[in-house]
Antibody, heavy 119, light 108 residues
C-alpha cells in the first residue's frame, strides 16, 4: 500500500525558513518524481513544484509564486522528499501535500501538514 | 498562470448524473491531453479520480468519466451516490501545472 507521510509543519514568522519532509513507502521511491501541492485555508489547490527521479536527472520545476524561495530535494536511500521553504510570507500559509508524480498526474497524496506563517 | 474555471457548485439527487466543467485556454486544457480530476472530502487529502482526460485509475468506480472538447474538460458522475458529495478539482499540464477553482458537489 502506498503511503506518504508529511511532517515538519508548524507556526513560523514571516521571513523565516521551514523544511517539510515527506516519507514514502509501498512503492519504489527512486523511480518516481515527487510533487508538492498546497491549499490555503478555505481555498483551492495550488501546485508548488516537483523533482524528477534520478533517471531523469533529478531536476526540479517550481511555480512562479515560490521560485527562488522554495527548494525541493530528495534522498532516495531514505525514501524522503523535502521542501525547503525560505523567506516565508503570510500568503504561504497552507496545508502542504506531498504527492507521487506519475506521467502528468498526481497519483497518491499524503495527509498534508499545516504551515502557518504569522507574527 | 490563471486557475482553470469551474462552477462553484453543482447538485443532484441520488441516481442522477451531474457534470462539472473545467474551462481553460489553448495553452493548458486545449493544448494537452493531460487533464486530471481530484476528489476531496472535507478535511481529507485529494484523491485521483481521472487522468489523461478520460482514464480511470484502478478502484475508481466507472460512474466517474471524463472528456474534453476544445478548451473545456468535463467530469461526469453518473448514478450519483451520497459518498460522491465532495469538492472536485480539475488540473491541466501547461508547461507547469494549473488547478481549477474547485466545484462542490451536493447530493440532495
Amino acid at each position: 500500500e502506498v503511503q506518504l507521510v508529511e511532517s515538519g509543519g508548524g507556526l513560523v514568522q514571516p521571513g523565516r525558513s521551514l523544511r517539510l519532509s515527506c516519507t514514502a513507502s509501498g512503492f519504489t521511491f527512486g523511480d518516481y518524481a515527487m510533487s508538492w501541492v498546497r491549499q490555503a485555508p478555505g481555498k483551492g489547490l495550488e501546485w508548488v513544484g516537483f523533482i524528477r527521479s534520478k533517471a531523469y536527472g533529478g531536476t526540479t520545476e517550481y511555480a512562479a509564486s515560490v521560485k527562488g524561495r522554495f527548494t525541493i530535494s530528495r534522498d532516495d536511500s531514505k525514501s524522503i522528499a523535502y521542501l525547503q521553504m525560505n523567506s516565508l510570507k503570510t500568503e504561504d500559509t497552507a496545508v502542504y501535500y506531498c504527492t507521487s508524480h506519475g506521467d502528468y498526474v498526481f497519483d497518491y497524496w499524503g495527509q498534508g501538514t499545516l504551515v502557518t506563517v504569522s507574527s | 498562470q490563471s486557475a482553470l474555471t469551474q462552477p462553484r457548485s453543482v447538485s443532484g439527487s441520488p441516481g442522477q448524473s451531474v457534470t462539472i466543467s473545467c474551462t481553460g485556454t489553448s495553452s493548458d486544457v486545449g493544448g494537452y491531453n493531460y487533464v486530471s480530476w481530484y476528489q476531496q472530502h472535507p478535511g481529507k487529502a485529494p484523491k485521483l479520480m481521472i487522468y489523461d482526460v478520460s482514464k480511470r485509475p484502478s478502484g475508481v468506480p466507472d460512474r466517474f468519466s471524463g472528456s474534453k472538447s476544445g478548451n473545456t474538460a468535463s467530469l461526469t458522475i453518473s448514478g450519483l451516490q451520497a459518498e460522491d458529495e465532495a469538492d472536485y478539482y480539475c488540473c491541466s499540464y501547461a508547461g507547469s501545472y494549473v488547478f481549477g477553482t474547485g466545484t462542490k458537489v451536493t447530493v440532495l
